[in-house]
Nanobody, 125 residues
Framework: QVQLVESGGGLVQTGGSLRLSCAAS????????MGWFRQAPGKEREFVAG????????YYAASVKGRFTISRDNAKNTVYLQMNSLQPEETAVYYC??????????????????WGQGTQVTVSS
């Protein structure tokens, strides 16, 4: 029922920045935890960042902590991922996901009920 549409991917040089956006088609966006994941060719999908329904619980993969920032604007039904100092190994399809519920913890991948189609991020050297 919830449609998620990612945008903002593209080609960036090593050390560059991108901001991804994920727009959700729900009238109750402020009841969803949101997450960002990525999947590189030949690798499994991995967690990148997540936040809870009001944005006061934030979680990051160790590999991106200090460089990436997840945020949300509930008035716009949108979650963002600001990515700085990008490295070539972070080339991947980036997905956003939504989980219904007022959680105060990081969620497992299988707890996210809705997924976007992904947006390609390519980091060139």
């Amino acid at each position: 029922q919830v449609q998620l549409v990612e945008s903002g991917g593209g080609l960036v040089q090593t050390g560059g920045s991108l901001r991804l956006s994920c727009a959700a088609s729900t009238r109750t966006f402020n009841t969803y935890s949101m997450g960002w994941f990525r999947q590189a060719p030949g690798k499994e999908r991995e967690f990148v960042a997540g936040n809870n329904w009001r944005g006061d619980r934030i979680y990051y993969a160790a590999s991106v902590k200090g460089r990436f920032t997840i945020s949300r604007d509930n008035a716009k039904n949108t979650v963002y991922l600001q990515m700085n100092s990008l490295q070539p190994e972070e080339t991947a399809v980036y997905y956003c996901a939504a989980a219904s519920g007022l959680y105060y913890r990081q969620l497992r991948q299988d707890e996210y009920q809705y997924w976007g189609q992904g947006t390609q991020v390519t980091v060139s050297s």
